[in-house]
């Protein structure tokens, strides 16, 4: 059972959006213990469309479709899955039916008779968009199933989750196997050294139990294991053999995490636990550490706010840095560091204050202070640390890197306090 | 001439992280007056990559792959390619060479002999990587092009910029034409409101300059035509003539920008030229209105910080916001947002002001005070206004939202001022 996307859309072959839509079938393929077999990225002309089809469907039963459904006249995908169908478009009661439905959930007028998303090739059913306008079609024959959406990845999503079960699934043989990707993230190790250096014999012992990968992060490389498994007795007992190996493994003092969870979701999940309250004063991430942790929900229990200090005026006058140290070290310093995390933490009573002050980059770099430098201070228990790093990159790379190191040293906070 | 990408790597298949190679290379092209025609994701086996390579090369002359070159078990790239060039792999003091270069670059001991790096398919040359250490490839054999870098986007880019212009378009044939695509970026209107409803005659008077594309974004639409031109004098006369189409369109008060740059690169432009200083009170934003400004290099110039104020501990003690008014209207409310854009202004000395309360949810939601409600104060000039928007969508989704009507409204304060 092989399953294809095809992605159709000038946007993304000219660079100005990127597909998400292949993550997100991906992951939802696999909660249901199914592969994603290969995408497929074609631009709006029917002639590339029908290659993509010929292309997938020359390999796989289940073809899925993204893009081109919307009303401009740029949007194809029905004419080309006419043709290559075979089949002609005309009106359907039962898509202005469905229309009407996705327009009335947004309180809005029901489309008239005459637009777009009223005709349907023959054979093809419309299906219901909870959430934007355009329907999704439905196709199925001589043993092939074809699922259309839209290119919108949150009408993307909501297609799959509305109709994917009910349309494909429940007619596919029932998968044999459990799947599960057993995943061990570790930090301030780079892949290579994991695998030559610290543990050489680690891959083959891993890969044992399934095909293994290695998906190198900022400041960080996940480890995971594609497991397959009869029953769930069996799936655990893997799981727990593998965690021993890890366990076992010189690696294991830069494992984090075993699972999926994020850094930022298991601070917050950790902090809540241990009802520690705590917060930024951010320089050079400008906001990006605050902007990760409120981006989980339930953090406002304990994460209760940043001071973004990107101006001097705003690290003496609101962090109370002094003036000296200022002038004495600058701004980008394990002094004002220091401070700054203090300040943080006493202005906005929190119980640690996390600080990030350092060089983003491009301008501003010296001989003493490249550019890609970072002190990161964390005060708590009525003392301060700092930490000082030196990271490669451009400006964005550099702000997320910052903001990882001031993660991690957060969590190990976290981690050490009772 | 037919340029395709071959992107191989089962972390994408499997979810675990969103390809954006495609984008580096789509508009690497377009910058060089070239297109990207299609795109394929395959698996990490030598089955499946040759499967990608035959179709590509079916349509292409130019292949580009990316992906599979590191130093682990997983990475069979070369292996996949060695077989369906009908090649053998063997060790190449040229790449021993570029692989030691590779690792010298960043201070690190030169790999043993017997390094993977080392070893090549006979006929491919090993090309430098100067944000790696994995060695990139090329081949070149009766009219196709072969080019192979790593998936790791940072060297990816490096590659095609290091290598791209002379080993592959230096010998094709010049590109005739000229290739732009111009951009016009919308606000605050649907997609399908803009050809159905204010100007219905738009889209076929913008298909005569070129093919029309039409992208919606959180809150806005970007419009683009692909212009193509015998000489820049033609393109720029056919760029003037589309800005007239614009400008005369009932769309014009909709349109905030001619081109391609970010809300808060023109946001960063427009406060730097006119000194104008600015900061964010965030609250269900979090943050990520400040990272996104301070992701534009030069920001520091105007923009001077922010307070997340997520607690309301944080909002009264940093921002001022009264007891009364958190007690009696709650946080989330005209009340408390004028007061916090002022706050903020005043406390860090900023020209403008931008508060934003709401909320994002998932909890927190009541009859009166949905999830997704959200208050924008804009404090300027001594006054404070307050916008009141209701958008649909989940957590990160509104937290985007947000905050793209609160840079909304800042720059239109920045162009305002004087």
């Avoid at 992951?27 to 990225?41: C, D, F, G, K, Q």
């Avoid at 399934?210 to 992060?217: A, N």
């Avoid at 301060?384 to 001031?406: I, M, N, T, W």
């Amino acid at each position: 059972m092989r399953i294809g996307l095809l992605i159709i859309g000038n946007e993304i072959l000219q660079g100005k959006i990127s597909d998400s839509n292949t993550t997100l079938l991906a992951r939802y393929l696999i909660a249901h213990n199914r592969e994603l077999s290969s995408t497929m990225v074609v631009g709006d002309e029917i002639k590339s469309i029908h290659q993509g089809l010929n292309v997938l469907f020359s390999s796989c039963d289940v073809v899925i479709t993204s893009g081109g459904l919307g009303p401009t006249q740029d949007d194809v995908t029905k004419e080309a899955l006419a043709s290559w169908f075979k089949s002609n478009i005309s009106y359907s009661q039962e898509a202005f039916e469905v229309a009407s439905k996705n327009y009335q959930r947004f309180n809005r007028p029901v489309p008239s008779q005459d637009h777009p998303y009223c005709y349907l090739p023959q054979g093809f059913i419309a299906l219901e968009n909870s959430t934007g306008f355009a329907p999704g079609l439905f196709m199925q024959s001589e043993g092939k199933y074809l699922l259309s959406g839209p290119g919108v990845p949150r009408e993307f999503k909501s297609l799959l989750e509305d109709h994917f079960a009910s349309l494909i699934l429940s007619q596919l043989p029932k998968s044999e196997e459990l799947i599960e990707l057993y995943t061990v993230r570790t930090k301030r190790i780079p892949e290579e050294k994991i695998f030559k250096v610290v543990d050489p014999t680690l891959w083959e012992k891993l890969a044992a139990f399934g095909s293994v990968s290695s998906l190198p992060h900022i400041m960080g490389v996940d480890i995971g294991v594609t497991l397959k498994a009869q029953s769930s007795r069996e799936m655990e007992n893997k799981k727990s053999q593998l965690k021993k190996i890890f366990l076992h493994s010189p690696l294991a003092g830069h494992i984090w995490h075993f699972g999926v969870t994020s850094l930022e979701e298991l601070i917050v999940r950790v902090a809540n636990e241990k009802k520690i309250t705590y917060g930024f004063a951010e320089s050079c991430t400008g906001g990006l550490c605050s902007h990760r942790i409120t981006s989980v929900s339930g953090c406002s229990q304990t994460f209760l706010g940043s001071v973004v200090s990107y101006a001097e005026s705003v690290k003496s006058s609101i962090l109370g840095v002094s003036e000296q140290t200022l002038a004495k070290f600058s701004a980008v310093s394990e002094q004002a560091a220091s401070e700054m995390a203090q300040g943080v933490a006493q202005k906005l009573k929190l119980d640690i204050g996390i600080s990030i002050t350092g060089l983003a980059g491009p301008g501003g770099g010296s001989s003493l202070t490249p550019v890609g430098t970072v002190y990161i201070g964390v005060w708590a228990r009525g003392k301060s640390s700092v930490y000082h790093y030196h990271f490669p990159g451009e400006r964005e790379q550099l702000k997320q890197r910052f903001s990882q190191g001031a993660l991690y040293l957060l969590l190990e906070e976290l981690q050490r306090e009772n």
